[in-house]
């Protein structure tokens, strides 16, 4: 089981700046993905950046340029960074990390909004 637990969203106005933290607890162990994910009500969740086992990060095209994901060495805290936000980047953020046994976990979620 792996628990996680977000903060740092709020409220911004376009191209203002946020940073989004995950704090991982529980066993780490078999962890193949870490990522963050964003939804609006009624839209079905989407990847926004996503750290695949070892490699180097992925980046959805909306946000490629303007956010930075990241962990610490022992995975245990992961990092959203968000620049020049817009407007449609308005949602709520879930961190999620994906175990060699095909497990899933969710974090309960952090609202950002972005409004003038």
């Known amino acids: 089981q792996v628990q996680l637990v977000e903060s740092g969203g709020g409220s911004v106005q376009p191209g203002g700046s946020l940073r989004l933290s995950c704090v991982l607890s529980g066993s780490m162990a078999g962890i193949t993905s870490m990522g963050w994910y964003r939804q609006a009500p009624g839209n079905e969740r989407e990847w926004v950046a996503v750290?695949?086992?070892?490699?180097?990060?992925v980046y959805a095209d909306s946000v490629k340029g303007r956010f930075t994901i990241s962990r610490d060495r022992t995975k245990t805290t992961m990092l959203l960074q968000m620049h020049s936000l817009k407007p449609e980047d308005t949602d709520v953020y879930y961190c999620?990390?994906?175990?060699?046994?095909?497990?899933?976990?969710w974090g309960q979620g952090t609202q950002v909004t972005v409004s003038s």
């Open positions: 999620n990390v994906q175990k060699r046994d095909q497990s899933d976990y």
């Open positions: 750290i695949p086992g070892d490699y180097g990060p």
